[in-house]
């Protein structure tokens, strides 16, 4: 399989970035991967706009989003909600999927909800997690 172009971590903590960068780079899966602490600082790294403004007008298409539930500013599912907003062909082929601590069954229902969300997975991010995504969405 050939290498992504790039993976995109939406995360406030630190330290769940900071594993799921190493296990990408660790896979050699990637060449590049991206992180922003909110769903705010994402949709304006998706559309270039607030500090990535200087990216316009090219917009950065990630292959697949990490998207966690609980961050400050906006939320996983606010996200959600703004994303599916996008322009189809800025989403083209983006595989977004949802990694979360949350075991709330609500949770899950609100995702589904989603058309874009191609996934709902548990923390942390595993071998397992990639593999699965990787043959489902890059075989």
């Known amino acids: 399989?050939?290498?992504?172009?790039?993976?995109?971590?939406?995360?406030?903590?630190?330290g769940?970035?900071?594993y799921n960068k190493f296990l990408i780079k660790d896979l050699n899966i990637a060449r590049n991967v991206a992180v922003?602490?909110?769903?705010k600082i994402a949709l304006e790294f998706?559309?270039?706009?607030?500090?990535f403004a200087h990216n316009a007008?090219?917009?950065?298409?990630?292959?697949?989003i990490f998207l966690d539930i609980n961050m400050p500013v906006m939320d996983g599912?606010?996200?959600?909600?703004?994303?599916?907003?996008?322009?189809?062909q800025q989403k083209a082929n983006?595989?977004?999927?949802?990694?979360?601590?949350?075991?709330?069954?609500?949770?899950?229902a609100r995702a589904k909800q989603f058309g874009d969300l191609k996934g709902f997975m548990n923390k942390p991010l595993t071998k397992n997690h990639l593999a699965a995504v990787l043959k489902k969405y890059f075989a």
Do not use: C, H, W
């Open 46 to 51: 998706l559309t270039s706009t607030g500090k």
């Open 16 to 18: 769940t970035n900071f």
């Open 94 to 108: 983006m595989v977004v999927v949802m990694l979360t601590t949350s075991l709330d069954q609500k949770d899950l």
């Open 57 to 64: 007008p090219r917009y950065p298409r990630p292959d697949i």
């Open 77 to 88: 599912f606010e996200f959600m909600e703004a994303y599916e907003e996008l322009p189809e």
């Open 1 to 14: 399989m050939e290498k992504l172009r790039l993976i995109l971590l939406i995360d406030d903590d630190e």
């Open 36 to 39: 922003a602490k909110n769903g």
